[in-house]
């Protein structure tokens, strides 16, 4: 099982980005929870957004409003898309894969794969 994400980069602040995460060796992507966690220097991993199953959806207080997770069964992919980014989004941002999608997670010992993680830098 493999998790690759990308899109992470340098960006203003007030600014947009889109990360991506594509999950290969997993013949059930359509029945997997996913969700993103970022881990910024210092600090501790942590919860940023989920997506269950069935498209429910659930995100840290941080970051509602401004963040949108979403998914791609056909693709294998999930997305999470972060608009009106701040100084205190920078961190390393990591997909990871939850083997229950029944409904969304935001405890990391629920997920069992991680993506290598992508830099997301805001400048202020």
């Known amino acids: 099982v493999q998790l690759q994400a990308s899109g992470g980069g340098l960006v203003q602040f007030g600014g947009s980005l889109r990360l991506s995460c594509v999950v290969s060796g997993r013949r059930t992507f359509n029945m997997l929870g996913l969700g993103w966690f970022r881990q910024a220097p210092g600090k501790e991993r942590d919860f940023v957004a989920a997506i269950s199953m069935t498209g429910g959806t659930g995100y840290a207080e941080a970051v509602e409003g401004r963040f949108t997770i979403s998914r791609d069964n056909a693709k294998n992919m999930v997305y999470l898309q972060m608009n009106s980014l701040k100084s205190e989004d920078t961190a390393v941002y990591y997909c990871?894969?939850?083997?229950?999608?029944?409904?969304?997670?935001?405890?990391?010992?629920?997920?069992?794969?991680w993506g290598q993680g992508t830099q997301v830098t805001v400048s202020s």
């Open positions: 990871a894969t939850a083997p229950s999608g029944r409904t969304w997670r935001h405890d990391p010992v629920n997920y069992d794969y």
